[in-house]
C-alpha cells in the first residue's frame, strides 16, 4: 500500500490558479440567479462582474468566489 499525500501545487508548470464570480441573489419569484461571470486567471478581472451584474440586478448583492486551485497528489515514494 503506498501513502499518499496531497499539496497545494506551487510548481512553475502548475495550471493556473483561476477564478470566478457566482450570483447568490434571487430573482423576483425566489428562485436562485446562479449566474456566473468568466473564469479568469486574474483575480481583479474577475471582480469586475460582480459590479457589470449589480448593474441590471440592483438587489443581487451576494456572491460566490470560487477559485480553481492546482493541487497534486504525492506517493510516500514512486511506485516501482
Ligand atoms: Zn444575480
Not at 500500500?1 to 477564478?19: E, F, G
Not at 449566474?35 to 441590471?56: K, S
Request: hydrophobic fraction near 30%; aromatic fraction near 8%.
Amino acid at each position: 500500500m503506498l501513502n499518499w499525500t496531497i499539496s497545494h501545487d506551487s510548481a512553475p508548470d502548475a495550471p493556473p490558479t483561476r477564478h470566478m464570480f457566482r450570483c447568490l441573489g434571487e430573482d423576483e419569484d425566489g428562485k436562485p440567479c446562479g449566474a456566473e461571470g468568466p473564469v479568469v486567471e486574474d483575480f481583479q478581472e474577475a471582480q469586475c462582474w460582480p459590479f457589470e451584474h449589480l448593474r441590471e440586478h440592483q438587489d443581487h448583492r451576494s456572491f460566490a468566489h470560487v477559485a480553481e486551485v492546482p493541487w497534486l497528489m504525492i506517493p510516500e515514494e514512486e511506485p516501482s
